[in-house]
């Protein structure tokens, strides 16, 4: 199993531009989310899925899109990317009552 | 979600045995207490969990009062490489729970 993975692993950004971080798994876990980190900082939930088709907010949605058709990916769409979202992006995935495994992160600089 | 407040930092030292305490007064009756570890420019993972008294593993200790108010993560003989941030976290974990993390704990392992 890769488990979570995610791309790019970089990706730098101007101000008003739009992009799609990916996430992917393939343990067949129903709930997955995505987390920014800022530097020094804990981790924030941006958007969860507790399975295919259906999506929430979490703590800091505003920018942000996302959603879910199938139960292996998790796309993030950022609409119009700002400098206030350079951070690390993580995503993650977990069946039911088990623990949560995240991806190895996306690193994304807004100019 | 039952809120956690844990030490911002801590520093200790190599073969030191390491407490980190997490408090979490209005934890609910089905809730668990999950401790996660990241390193830098990683995602977290999942250290130990539990629901009452004593929890081992061959990573760590967990240890939860009575009153479930406060649990205590145990890190038998630090090294160097455990020098990272340690998330405490209190919730059902059940399937369309989502899963907020706090600041976490900056531990600092010195030689």
């Known amino acids: 199993n890769a488990g979570v993975t995610q791309t790019p692993k970089f990706q730098v950004l101007k101000t008003g531009q739009s992009m799609t971080l990916q996430c992917a798994q393939d343990?067949?876990?129903?709930?997955m989310s995505w987390y920014r980190q800022d530097p020094g900082m804990g981790l924030r939930l941006i958007h969860y899925?507790?399975?295919?088709?259906?999506?929430d907010q979490g703590e800091v949605p505003n920018g942000y899109n996302v959603s879910r058709s199938t139960t292996e990916d998790f796309p993030l769409r950022l609409l119009s990317a700002a400098p206030s979202q350079t951070s690390v992006y993580f995503c993650?995935?977990?069946?039911?009552?088990?623990?949560?495994?995240f991806g190895p992160g996306t690193r994304l600089l807004v100019l | 979600l039952a809120k956690t407040t844990q030490p911002i930092s801590m520093d200790s030292y190599e073969g030191q045995e390491v407490n980190i305490t997490c408090s979490h007064n209005?934890?609910?009756?089905?809730?668990?207490i999950t401790w996660y570890q990241q390193f830098p420019s990683q995602g977290p993972r999942f250290i130990i969990q539990?629901?009452?008294t004593k929890v081992t593993n061959e990573v760590a200790s967990l240890f939860i009062p009575a009153d479930r108010k406060s649990s205590t993560l145990s890190l038998p003989r630090v090294s160097l490489s455990d020098t990272a941030v340690y998330y405490c976290?209190?919730?059902?974990?059940?399937?369309?729970?989502?899963?907020?993390f706090g600041k976490g704990t900056r531990l600092h392992i010195l030689p």
């Open positions: 993650a995935s977990r069946s039911g009552a088990e623990t949560q495994y």
């Open positions: 343990m067949n876990h129903e709930y």
């Open positions: 899925s507790v399975g295919a088709g259906i999506t």
């Open positions: 209005n934890i609910a009756t089905n809730d668990y």
């Open positions: 539990g629901y009452k």
């Open positions: 976290l209190v919730g059902r974990m059940n399937r369309d729970d989502k899963i907020i």
